[in-house]
Every structure is written in C-alpha cells, then in structure tokens.
C-alpha cells in the first residue's frame, strides 16, 4: 500500500507540474513599459514641427545685377506654444538644374511668433543671371527651404518645402500680394483628396513623417560667400529705347534743356537731325541726353558715368542692355573692341549690336575734366558712332561727346 501510495502522489504531483506549465504559456505577460504606466510606441513620440510651410510664391527679381531666384514663404507656429524669443535661421537653396550651380540665401532672425501665428519670410539668391528674351530658354531652378528654431544643429533642421522657379518677373510688393491671395497648402490638400470628409481631422492636415534632418553640405548655415564686385546702382525705374519721354520725366525729372532737330537743307540731311533733351545729374549718371525723331518716343539714349567709380566692363554692358529695354537688351552681343587714333591722341571704343540696337561705349573728358565713360544706345539703323559725330556737330549740349 505505501509503494501505491507514493506511486500515487508522484504521479499527481507531475500532472500539476505539467498542468501549471501548460497554463502558464497562456497566461497575460506585463512588459516593463507596461508596469510603467506606458508603451513601446509612446516612449517614442514622433518629433513634431515647430513651423510649417503654408503657403509660396516663387519668382525672378530684377535689380541693376541682374535677375535673382527669389521666393517668398508664409509659415505658421506649428510648435503647439508660443515661440517668442526664439532664434530662426532659414536658408533658401536655388539649384539650376541644367548644370548643378548652387547658390543660397539665409536669412537669421529672432521670431516673436504666438501659437497658430503665420509670418513672412523672403529669401532672394545672391547671384543674378541674365535672361534671354525667349521665357523658355531660361534657367530651370529648384528651390528648397529649410529651417531651425533654437539653438540646434544638424538634427534640428527641418525641410520646409521643394518647388519649382516659376517663369515669371515681378516685384516684391507684387509677390508679397499674390501670396497673400493664395491658399493655404493645408485646404488645398483638403479639397482636392477624396478621400476626406467633410469634416477632415486635424491630423489630416499635418504630415505623415517629421521632417528629415538636412544632409550635411559643404555650405553650412553661415555665409561664407566672398563679397562681390564693383556693380553700379542705378535708379528705381529705369527709361529705356522706345519709351515715352513721359517715363524719362518720372526718373530724371523735368528736362534742363531742349534742342528741336535742324531743318534739312538738303535731301541728304533728311533724318539726321533729332530733338534732344537733356536731363539732370542723376547717380550714377554725371549726364543723361535723350534723342528723338517723333518728339514723343525714345530712339536714342546717351549717358555718362565717372570713370572712377571703377566699374568692370560687365557693368557697362549691364547699363546699355537695360537702356535698350527688355525687348533689344537681351539680343546684344558682348564688347568687341577697337582703337582710333584722332587729333586728340588714341580713342579705345567698344562696340555691341542686335537685333534693331546699337551700342557704343567711350571715355572723354567732361565738362569739370574728369574722365567720364560714355554709354550711347541706338534704335536707328546705320553707325552709331558716326551718328554721334553729326548729332554732337548739331547740338550744342552734345558738344562734351567729342571730346575723346
């Protein structure tokens, strides 16, 4: 009987083991973060942005340089508390497509933005391009913006948007107006899925992915761009060939002196005399003369600008494509030089052309004898710089211009 009995018992005590085994593999395991109070996935929130990209207006802005990538954004506090005090550094990255050229604006400010406030930020590239008239031929520039708020590094950068350089010229005010017009990225994003309600959560509109820290480049947010070359500031508006006198009153003022053209005596000199007026000092300009055959239009414009302002010859051609207007300045060849050698000793002209513009370019000493550059852009056919000989020969106020 008690060998039985021990049979027994060991028996029923391997069957509880057994028992207990098998129903502990079913049993509810706690985890760490459970016994925590939390989970896997809320000890790891996703990082949220601190600004937002709502809205962008890109364009191509015009100095006396010449035409610069710009962009203007309108972003909000998407941080969830005020962001006042806060350092914002943006940088504004323009890649021309075609060959990979790079160049970048920044702009570094302190915000004083409440929660849900929106704000402007401009960004204008340092470099400028010149355009050819055809729209379709010029540069096809990516933009991106990015940002930091605070004092982070690389971790902290977030990728605003990427967009494409629209085709088109204007100015800040009118940029700064149409994207006060546009929608917000958000609604749009709202309307045009089908797959929203009508009444889209909020999350809907923020998303799916924080943003992706920015990957180091060799051009960090501190500019370290070479200060630039001698360029000439010329006016706001600037009159070109072809324009109405009334354009030219606007930016120089009410003419100093008029010279009416000189009858023809003979059937040769028919047309080679013009209606002058001449303008006042207006930097960078020591002289401004306009000619004209209707006495209304603009067919030919010579200026003349100190030698030592020490501007590269770039500059120059820079002046003469502006004065010759966007319709014969983009068409104008580069400089070819050559020398006359006159009574007065050697004379070093240069010379552009295009389609229905001439240009010439020469230094001659000014009324105060101080050497002056002169730029002189012709709609007429024929030598320009004969045409000047016989304008100076006829116009008293034209005298200056021989004196190369």
């Not at 035409?67 to 005020?82: D, F, K, V």
């Not at 709202?190 to 060799?218: E, F, G, H, L």
């Not at 008029?258 to 020591?286: C, N, V």
């Not at 000014?366 to 116009?395: C, F, M, N």
Request: glycine share 8%; aromatic share 6%; charged share 20%.
């Amino acid at each position: 009987m008690l060998v039985r009995a021990h049979r027994f018992f060991k028996v029923s005590f391997s069957l509880a083991i057994l028992a207990s085994s098998v129903f502990g593999l079913c049993l509810p395991v706690r985890s760490s973060a459970a016994d925590d109070g939390g989970s896997d996935t809320a000890s790891t929130p996703k990082s949220v942005p601190k600004i937002t990209a709502v809205g962008c207006i890109t364009w191509w802005s015009h100095d006396a340089v010449g035409y610069h990538p710009a962009m203007i954004l309108r972003i909000e506090n998407s941080s969830g508390q005020n962001l006042v005090g806060e350092r914002l550094r943006v940088q504004g990255r323009f890649t021309d497509l075609r060959n990979g050229y790079v160049t970048v604006a920044r702009k570094d400010e302190r915000l004083t933005l409440l929660k849900n406030e929106q704000m402007y930020i401009m960004l204008r590239a340092p470099s400028s391009f010149e355009l050819p008239i055809d729209e379709f031929a010029w540069p096809s520039i990516e933009c991106k913006a990015m940002a930091r708020v605070g004092e982070v590094g690389d971790e902290g950068t977030q990728d605003l948007l990427i967009t494409h350089l629209e085709a088109v010229t204007m100015t800040d005010d009118e940029a700064r107006a149409q994207l006060a017009r546009q929608t917000d990225f958000r609604k749009v994003v709202k309307v045009s899925s089908n797959s929203q309600t009508s009444q889209p959560s909020k999350a809907a509109s923020a998303p799916d992915d924080p943003p992706k820290p920015m990957i180091a480049t060799a051009a960090g947010l501190v500019d370290k761009r070479q200060p630039n070359e001698k360029h000439v500031n010329l006016p706001a508006t600037l009159p070109s060939l072809g324009e109405d006198f009334y354009l030219f009153e606007k930016s120089f003022g009410i003419p100093l002196q008029i010279e009416a053209a000189k009858p023809a005596t003979t059937r040769a000199d028919i047309g080679k005399s013009l209606t002058w007026a001449s303008y006042r000092p207006t930097p960078p300009f020591t002289t401004s003369f306009v000619g004209t055959k209707s006495g209304s239009t603009a067919d030919v414009i010579v200026v003349s600008l100190p030698v030592s302002l020490g501007l590269p010859e770039s500059q120059y051609l820079l002046v003469a494509k502006l004065l010759a207007g966007k319709g014969l300045g983009g068409q104008l060849s580069n400089f070819t030089h050559s020398v006359r050698y006159l009574t007065s000793g050697r004379s070093e002209v240069a010379l552009a052309s295009g389609a229905g513009c001439h240009v010439i370019s020469y230094k001659i000493t000014g009324d105060d004898g101080s050497p002056q550059q002169v730029i002189a852009v012709s709609r007429l056919t024929g030598d320009l710089e004969s045409a000047l000989i016989g304008y100076a020969s006829q116009a008293r106020m034209l005298h200056s211009l021989l004196n190369r």
